[in-house]
């Protein structure tokens, strides 16, 4: 779900920004397609291990982060000491994106308990749209017709996967609207964490709103009295498992991945998250997904997609 620029999940200004950059040497970039591919096949199994692990999908948030914060505590202390603490505005910063993020991890994370991988994964992936949507209404940026015609296959999809309930069932998916809701949040946290690392680095930032997002979803838990303990030991080896592999491995590959490729490129890839999860929980759950839902899943991707390329022809649509 839903995790800096590094995310299967974002969008910004920055990325936006279709520049040209120097080329880096064949091998090298073979080295930044390898840790792309690998990241993003890291980050895609997140939705998979959280049905595995059974836990209310809050829960396995919380330890997803808590894991994750805590491994990279070692090179954010050292990045301290050689630099000193972020000032009080570059805490606060992070602290609120930390706050958007752990409103997109719980939601996301509850709309897969309730609904499946599929659905509330591709749903969240909205966010770019309502980012570009939020410079529109904030910053009054004038996008051009591509991205309207990305914004209109994004809802025909979310229509398709939400609609057939509705009309046939008489009941609306929660799952999927916790997903859609995720996206919302997302795109919130990705607007606050652009303005964030102008002045900030990534490791610093990452860190800093991880530990907020965890504090946050600890609360969440406690509020709603989901308990944090009394799982089977196979529940922890999963919540290991995110933190390790999808928090820590998917996201650093990601990173560093971004700083070789150009943002554009990486972005687009990136868009593969949500089918290899939906094809993970087909193989490994057991789901079945109906014409609805694959209908409406490709016109999401489908329409993510071309606001991407509205940025790549030059034009900025989101802050």
Not at 88 to 103: D, E, P, S, T, Y
Not at 111 to 122: D, I, R
Not at 205 to 214: D, I, K, M, R
Not at 223 to 247: I, R, S
Request: hydrophobic share 55%; charged share 10%; with cysteine.
């Amino acid at each position: 779900m839903r995790g800096a620029c590094a995310c299967p999940r974002e969008t910004s200004r920055r990325c936006f920004n279709w520049q040209p950059i120097a080329q880096p040497p064949a091998y090298m970039k073979l080295t930044a397609y390898l840790m792309l591919g690998v990241g993003l096949f890291l980050m895609s199994w997140s939705a998979v291990l959280m049905v595995l692990a059974a836990a209310p999908g809050p829960v396995s948030s919380f330890y997803r982060l808590l894991i994750g914060m805590l491994l990279m505590a070692g090179p954010f202390g050292l990045r301290v000491r050689a630099q000193g603490w972020p000032t009080r505005r570059q805490l606060a910063v992070a602290a609120l994106a930390g706050v958007f993020f752990a409103g997109d991890m719980a939601l996301w994370s509850t709309g897969v308990m309730l609904a499946g991988v599929a659905s509330p994964t591709l749903l969240a992936n909205t966010a770019p749209i309502w980012v570009g949507l939020g410079a529109v209404v904030f910053f009054r940026e004038q996008p051009p017709a591509l991205f309207w015609a990305g914004l209109v296959l994004a809802f025909a999809g979310t229509l398709s996967i939400l609609g057939p309930d509705v009309l046939f069932n008489a009941r609306l998916n929660w799952g999927a609207v916790l997903g859609l809701g995720a996206g919302l949040f997302y795109a919130g946290y990705q607007l606050i964490t652009q303005k964030g690392r102008q002045k900030q680095d990534t490791l610093s930032f990452f860190w800093l709103s991880v530990s907020a997002s965890t504090i946050v979803l600890l609360f969440v838990n406690l509020g709603f009295g989901l308990p944090l303990a009394g799982y089977p030991p196979a529940t922890y080896y999963y919540f290991l498992l995110m933190g390790v592999v999808v928090q820590v491995g998917g996201y650093l590959l990601i990173n560093a991945a971004q700083g070789r490729l150009p943002a554009t490129l990486v972005a687009t890839t990136l868009l593969v998250q949500p089918v290899l999860s939906a094809l993970q929980a087909a193989w490994l759950l057991d789901e079945r997904f109906s014409v609805w839902q694959v209908a409406g899943g490709a016109l999401i991707v489908s329409g993510v997609l071309l606001v991407h390329l509205s940025a790549r022809n030059g034009v900025v649509v989101a802050a």
